[in-house]
């Protein structure tokens, strides 16, 4: 572990060091922000006695952010921000987090602890393929590896080619991703007979996108690596919230840093453990942005508050299902299309990219699948997804396309799964 003390904590004082940060997050906002604490509710540090008490504050949503741009909500003076990050959203008003000093060496000690948590030394290579930028993804696996003693190979984004001879010639142990992009390099190095074996490749870090446990078996399996799902978003300080560790059973929570409820999305109500709905984060230890009740729209659940395997305390979460704006409504049935990923890719035929497409006829929903496929397809194979499909989902798909691989157009950054030409 990067941090024991921290990592394997009493439940007694994990939870005592937890009001303490809250205690100090408040008194951070009422100092720093009056908009910010007039929008608690008139709710301080002196309402916090346990825990619970937090589920008096009020919920702070996406919007509540985005009409914030840019430091509307920020708790710290300009002189004091080192940088800012920005939320990768394609449309409207971006949410902007600003980081201090202090929030960068955050960052990098719960990113170092991620790597540690993955079996990452000191003595290893790790190469970073999420861009460089405004994007958070690179910087944060950048500043772990840095703090953890590793060497860093910062690539970026694209050129795949090079990127897989990168792996090659710098003995790179551990490689670092938005979620699918493992498949484009695999699919550059099949082009390339490129093979995964001859490398020193052991560890794949990768998130930023929900990925189905099948999509991850067929990365493991063809680039012979043992993959971490890390999860973290710009406006909780980045990549590096929670990783699963080698025991692989959810995803630990940095606790003592983060406070991390599940709501009922429809009435906002606190779930207990092990019910399935929104995730929402408190920071503890953040400067620039500190969230009080932040609504992420991650739909998961929380798996175990007991003592992992590994020696982890902190409570462990279940790999995110989709994100409540992700869910897509179909002939009056409800899904994510991580559910519909599952069901293909335990299809060997099938390759790995696939699409959704969501029409409107005549006032009637149409949703068509295309799918890339290694080989020819017989009929059976068709007919046995769509009835998987509506056993598993409720719903008949009017039509599955099977395509040749490579049909889909893959694009820079995260993957296009969904095109809802509805409205
Ligand atoms: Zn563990």
């Not at 989709?322 to 299809?347: A, C, H, W």
């Amino acid at each position: 572990m990067f941090q024991p003390e921290f990592e394997q904590m009493k439940r007694a004082d994990l939870r005592a060091l937890q009001i303490e940060r809250l205690k100090t997050t408040l008194d951070r906002i009422a100092t720093h922000n009056s908009f910010y604490a007039e929008k608690l509710n008139k709710l301080t540090s002196r309402d916090i006695r346990t825990l619970e008490d937090l589920e008096k504050f009020p919920l702070m949503t996406k919007d509540d952010l985005r009409i914030g741009y840019p430091f509307k909500y920020s708790c710290a003076t300009h002189s004091d921000f080192m940088r800012i990050h920005m939320t990768s959203g394609t449309t409207g008003t971006p949410i902007i987090n600003p980081f201090t000093r202090n929030d960068i060496e955050q960052w990098a000690t719960i990113m170092a602890r991620c790597y540690v948590a993955a079996g990452v030394t000191s003595k290893d290579v790790v190469q970073i393929t999420p861009s460089f930028g405004l994007f958070n993804g690179g910087f944060g696996f950048h500043y772990g590896a840095e703090k953890l003693g590793a060497m860093i190979v910062p690539f970026g984004t694209g050129r795949s080619m090079l990127q897989i001879k990168f792996l090659k010639d710098f003995k790179v142990n551990c490689l670092t991703a938005i979620s699918s992009y493992p498949l484009r390099l695999m699919e550059v190095a099949e082009k390339e007979k490129f093979d995964f074996h001859d490398l020193e490749l052991r560890v794949g870090i990768f998130g930023a996108e929900v990925w189905s446990d099948e999509i991850r078996k067929r990365i493991e399996d063809k680039m012979e690596i043992e993959t971490f799902d890390i999860i973290g978003m710009t406006e909780t300080g980045g990549v590096g919230l929670g990783i699963d560790c080698k025991e692989h059973n959810g995803i630990h929570i940095w606790e003592d840093e983060y406070l991390v409820e599940i709501i009922n999305p429809h009435t906002a109500k606190v779930l207990e453990d092990s019910k399935e709905g929104e995730m929402v984060v408190t920071t503890l230890n953040r400067e620039g942005l500190p969230l009080i009740r932040y609504r992420t729209g991650d739909i998961t659940s929380i798996v175990s508050r007991e003592l992992c395997a590994c020696g982890r305390t902190s409570l462990r979460i279940n790999r995110l299902k989709g994100r409540t704006d992700d869910m897509l409504k179909i002939k009056g049935v409800n899904f994510y299309p991580l559910q519909l990923e599952s069901i293909l890719m335990k299809k060997a035929s099938i390759g790995n990219h696939y699409q959704i497409v969501l029409e409107k006829k005549q006032g009637r929903d149409i949703i068509r699948v295309m799918i890339e496929t290694q080989e020819e397809v017989s009929s059976s194979l068709s007919s046995d997804i769509s009835t998987e499909i509506y056993d598993m989902l409720g719903f008949h798909v009017d039509k599955l396309d099977f395509l040749p691989e490579g049909t889909i157009p893959r694009v820079p950054g995260k993957a296009v799964r969904v095109v809802d030409k509805r409205n």
